[in-house]
């Protein structure tokens, strides 16, 4: 996917050559002459780097830069000016910028510049995460769990205002759509508060099942998040699952007493009998596969699940039979 640009800036030739060079290195690029029009701009769409220019008629860059950080905070900014000191650029690094390039500069220049932004942001996006998980871990952070009223509640809530809306019921769109308005509903519940972005997960998650790259895209886009803000965050929590499970989800447990009694066996077994390894799910959608470290009955080592049905003292000829047996009774619908 394309990384999307903003180029604030009064300058004409830098808003011409911005976009040319840019566009070439693979980015979607929006320019535009007014600081004000740049910030409606940013609260309508997320930019994964802005440009402004210091000097504008109108807003200061650097009051721009400043309600960026506030509206966009996901966004690398990049800060250019054809009067640089080393007081502007530091004020300007105060502000949330990520660099400061003077005027005129090279392609090459210009594009090192983005490149160096992007990187510092990203790295500190992933430190603040890692600090993020480390509190979790220690307990000084905890998380709400999910009541299936409340999704129970949303879905009522979407059908009802579908039905006052004249629209077709909300069981009989795509499943597409299904997740998209579950998905914008959970937003409003959570009243589109970042701090309660795992919430919001939770629940997507827990309607839907996983979190594909689709619904990640739509919560960044209204939450004025970047992509990897959101799937860096979540990637942290094994709970949250990135494919669309299968219809018959087997977990395999490889914890010391099942590993022990032959655990590894088990899961080479599904492995090669599906063709898939733990996280993916099979090409006809029937099955999906997940390696656990304990299921709770290590007296029945080595155990497994399918569908939540706990199989114990299993062997590979048994998990095989098992298998055949759910696909016999697919093929006969």
Known sequence: MARKMLVIDDDQTVLSSCKRIFESEGFDVIVTASPEEGLSLVLDRYFDIVLCDWMMPGIDGMDVISKLDKISPGSAVVMISGY???????????????DYIAKPFTPDEIIKAVEDALKRKESEEISIIERFGRLAKTGQITFPTIDDKILQSLSAGIEERRRIEEKAAFESLSESERIREMTLAVLDQYSRDTNNLIGMLQAVHSYVGYLSYETISLIARELRMSEHEIFG?????????F???????IRVCVGTACFVAGGGVLLETVQSRLNIVP????????FSLEKVACLGCCALAPSITIDDEVYGKMNPAKLSRNIDKIYRAESKG
Do not use: C, V, W
Request: charged share 25%.
């Open 233 to 241: 965050t979540a990637s942290f929590y094994a709970q949250f699952k």
């Open 84 to 98: 640089p000191n080393i007081g502007r650029a530091t004020e300007a690094m105060k502000r949330g910028a990520m």
């Open 279 to 286: 996280g993916q799910t099979t090409e006809d959608g029937l």
């Open 243 to 249: 494919q669309k499970p299968g219809k018959h989800h």
